[in-house]
Each structure stands twice: as C-alpha cells, then as structure tokens.
C-alpha cells in the first residue's frame, strides 16, 4: 500500500501527462466495453424479433429464406401457400391461433402485408410484448391500412391520410393499385422490429386490388372499381406464410412433423427460436472481426501508456537514485513503476465507464428512437467484467517492464550525469 501510496504522488506529480494517458485508456475501454453492450444487447433484440409465435408455415424452400420474408420482409416466398391447406391447419385439434400472411406489394420502398385482426390480438415481440396503437384503430374495411411506426415518420403520414399500394416491391413503381387508395385507420407504437417497417393491410384487401390484375399485370378491359371489388367474394385463394400458436408447447414437434410430411403441397414448419439462431450465427464472423478491432484499439492504448512510462525512466534516472540513495530497494523501485502503469489501467478503466454509462444516459434515448435497439443501463454483465479484468491484468503485466528496467539501474548510474 505505502508504494501504491507514492505511486500516487508520483502521478499527481505528472499529472498532465498521466491524464492524457488515462484519457487514451479511457476511450479505447469504453470502445470495447460499447462494441460488446451492443453486440449483446443487438443478439437479444435480434432474438426477441418475434416471441410467442410456435411455427411459421411457408412453402417448402429453406428455414432462413422462410423467416427472412416472414419475419423480416426480406426477399420472397419460392411459392404460395393454398387457402385450403391454410384453413386444414389452421383447424388442427392442436392449434390455439394462426395469423396469415400474404405479401408481395409495397408503398413506397415499404413491404405491404396482407393479414387478419388475428395479427394484432396474438403477435408478440420482445418479451411477449403486445402490438400497440399509439394513434387510430386496427382496419377493419377492405381499404383500411395500419401503418408501421417508422412508415408513418418516415412518410409524414397522419390517421385518415389516403395511400396507394405499388405491384411489386420495388422503392419506385409504375404499377400503381391507384384505382383503389387505402385509408390509414391507425399507426401502430414503436417496436423496434420489421413491424415499424410495414403497411398493414386487410387479407380482402389485398384480394381487391388484384381483382383486375393476372400474372403481375393489368387486364386490360376489365378495371373494376374499388366499390365493385368491395362487393365481389374478396376470400384468398392462396397466402404467403402463416404463423401458429400452439395449445400445449408439448405438440410442437409432432405438429412440425405433420406439416413437414403433408401430402396436399410442399409445405415446411420452421421454429422461430432455431431460425433466428441460425441466422444470426451466419454473421458471428463480423461480429468477431469488430470485436478483435476493439480489442487492438485497447492494446493500442495499454502500449501508449507503457511508451509514456518507458519514455520518462531517462527523465527519472535520478530519482530513482534518490529513492535508492534513501534505502529502498530494487524491488521497490520495481513495484513503483508498476504500480503506477496498474494505476493508470484502473483509472482508465474506470473512467471508460464512466463515459460509456454516461453517454448511454444521454444518447440511450436517441440510439433507440433511431435505431430500435434499447441498451439496458444495468451494471456490466459476468463477461464485461471479465473483459475488464482482462485489461487491468495486461496493463500491470505491462507495468513490469518499466518496472523491470528501473529494477536493472544502479545508484551509480542513477547518479552519473550524461552529457
């Protein structure tokens, strides 16, 4: 401790330099410590994308493409899925809810999805968390639309506001339903998921504006008007996906199975859960490469500090003399000058997170508006303390090598001039 001590006036004594130091450790712990707050917070939230839902059915291709255009509205549906073996399913003794799916049109570089007021009742993200309207009412007409909360920030678009719906899913469309405008009805609250990126439409009315329409076009001569389409059978004859809620978890992979082995189409049952783990696997590479960058950027800054001890032993030669001349002994020196690498680590250290939980308190709110992600501001986790004791245990081994070289000189040198 008495070392420590003057390890410590030794610091204050240099303190200019010894705050710099501490600064350059300060910003590449917080740099670490923020890459793996965010890595870990982006893996729950990535996670909790969708909850509560048991199985999604799509037609048969691969469980990522099928949770990709499903969950996230990325890419497309190899095929349909037919209403009659939706409705079969659906049906099953084992089946609490289904909610179904169709897509394949767009507003404005924003994914459209066709649904049911099942989509509002049983759709959960996070932690079971309901789907709320921060304004208006879910549709309940053939041309109402629920808007994502992005959609409607992004877009300017206010309740009782009219759009219309693009063929296809491109950001600029000259296949416009313009004939038949959607009415927005409600805007849903921020989720944080694809959710805030969709338009939200009624199963019949997707049906509507495609009455008049065969293989991605236009009949020509049959234009039907929206209030005749309203009028006409508007019942789906095929679906994109569907997503199921299960009465009992405990059938979950008997049910999997069966639709797995269906007879009437190809149809596949993935589990959300094992999907989004498998997916999110695919991107551990980056995940790593930027957490080894961190990681050098810590390293980097341990190595400026032990540059600046290094660098100032000359200055110190005769200092050490005095400290010698005095009586204390080479191991003493030795600890001095590790302790003050250990010191300058620990400040660092602490006053990384000092900056991390203080710009997570000012800038936590805008990163979630921004970005959907919510960073707990909860004490660090078993891992980040074990990243931190990481760091502090290689900034004293460092510590040791200015100590190591103090250790080496003798009061003669100490005390011998250089010219």
């Not at 420590?4 to 712990?29: E, G, H, P």
């Not at 980097?300 to 110190?316: D, F, H, K, P, Q």
């Not at 074990?386 to 009061?411: D, F, K």
Request: glycine share 10%; net charge positive.
């Amino acid at each position: 401790m008495a070392m420590l001590k003057l390890a410590w006036c030794s610091l204050l004594n240099r303190r200019l330099t010894a705050l710099l130091t501490v600064f350059a450790i300060a910003i590449s712990v917080t740099l670490l410590l923020g890459v793996e707050k965010i890595r870990t917070e982006a893996r729950s939230s990535f996670a909790s994308t969708i909850s509560g839902t048991d199985l999604i059915v799509g037609a048969r291709s691969g469980e990522i493409q099928l949770l990709l255009y499903s969950v996230f509205r990325i890419g497309n549906a190899t095929n349909n899925i037919s209403w009659d073996s939706y409705q079969k399913i659906a049906s099953h003794r084992r089946v609490a809810w289904t909610i179904p799916i169709s897509l394949g049109d767009s507003h404005r570089g924003f994914r459209v999805m066709g649904t049911t007021t099942d989509y509002f009742k049983h759709f959960r993200y996070g932690r079971k968390k309901p789907l709320e309207l921060a304004k208006g009412e879910p549709f309940a007409g053939v041309y109402d639309a629920v808007l994502g909360a992005e959609v409607a920030e992004k877009l300017g678009y206010q309740v009782g506001q009219k759009i219309v719906i693009a063929h296809g899913l491109g950001s600029t469309s000259f296949a416009k339903h313009d004939d038949k405008p959607f009415t927005v009805t409600g805007i849903l609250a921020a989720t944080g998921t694809p959710v805030d990126r969709t338009v939200h439409v009624s199963l019949q009315g997707i049906e509507a504006i495609h009455v008049d329409w065969k293989a991605g076009v236009q009949i020509a001569g049959q234009r039907v008007s929206a209030e005749e389409a309203e009028k006409m059978d508007l019942q789906p004859k095929q679906i994109t996906a569907f997503m199921v809620g299960l009465k009992s978890k405990l059938g979950t992979f008997h049910l999997q199975r069966a639709i797995n082995q269906y007879r009437q189409e190809a149809l596949l049952a993935v589990l959300p859960g094992v999907a989004l783990q498998q997916l999110w696997d695919m991107m551990a590479p980056a995940e790593q490469a930027l957490l080894t960058i961190s990681g050098f950027v810590v390293v980097a800054g341990l190595i400026g500090m032990l540059t600046v001890v290094l660098s100032s032993l000359n200055e110190r030669r005769r200092e050490m003399a005095i400290l010698r001349s005095v009586g204390a002994r080479p191991w003493q020196i030795f600890l001095l000058l590790s302790g003050e690498a250990f010191l300058l680590t620990l400040l660092g250290i602490l006053a990384g997170l000092l900056v991390l939980y203080g710009g997570l308190g000012l800038f936590g709110p805008w990163l979630e508006a921004l970005t959907g992600l919510y960073i707990e501001m909860g004490a660090p986790s078993s891992s980040q303390l074990i990243i931190l004791a990481a760091v502090l245990i290689l900034g004293a081994v460092l510590g040791m090598i200015p100590g190591y070289q103090a250790y080496r000189q003798s009061l003669t040198d100490g005390m011998t001039i250089r010219i």
